[in-house]
């Protein structure tokens, strides 16, 4: 069946640190990718998407490329703040389906 | 723009009352909208899937007599855990699609909401 495999956490970096947190997905037909990110006590924000092959997703300094070849969507941001500590979800859902499959989720913790 | 919400956010119930979460499309209007529970440190898992005028369809192993499921208007879709016992104490999150726009795969979350039963 479909599914997304994220890197387990926590993944604890400095401020100022090259963040890359890797998914990779199994899928029967052409998904959308989402990577989403909850803070602590909340619900889950969109923070960046892909609907298609080389498609580059980004938002606030986070990145996230298509890459159909090795089936990945690896979350890339250049120099974290402690703000960015939260857990990150990537997603898939196939096209004309409702369904979002989600990994398990990948903890950040950001030190000062 | 696609802002949902979820009232209450949290809540505090005895063993055996029910308890009613609403979801609301802020901005937008969803024909779909989705429940899902979140235990501590885990992903989601999808409850149900809520159409706009129809019956839900739930998840295997979700009881549909336990969890209520309505959705009587393109804005607003209602979840409510009768005879809460103190195991259905969780986090649930609601989302919503945006199908008006471009990204019409898209699911907006609501803060979620987060339920105790004593």
Known sequence: ?112 | GAVVSQHPSWVICKSGTSVKIECRSLDFQATTMFWYRQFPKQSLMLMATSNEGSKATYEQGVEKDKFLINHASLTLSTLTVTSAHPEDSSFYICSARDQSGQWTDTQYFGPGTRLTVL
């Open chain 1, 1 to 112: 069946g479909d599914s997304v495999t994220q890197m387990e956490g926590p993944v604890t970096l400095s401020e100022e640190a090259f963040l890359t947190i890797n998914c990779t997905y199994t899928a029967t037909g052409y998904p959308s990718l989402f990577w989403y990110v909850q803070y602590p006590g909340e619900g889950l924000q969109l923070l960046l998407k892909a609907t298609k092959a080389d498609d580059k997703g980004s938002n606030k300094g986070f990145e996230a490329t298509y890459r159909k070849e090795t089936t990945s969507f690896h979350l890339e941001k250049g120099s974290v703040q402690v703000s960015d500590s939260a857990v990150y979800f990537c997603a898939l859902i196939l096209t004309g389906f409702q369904k979002l499959v989600f990994g398990t989720g990948t903890r950040l913790l950001v030190s000062p």
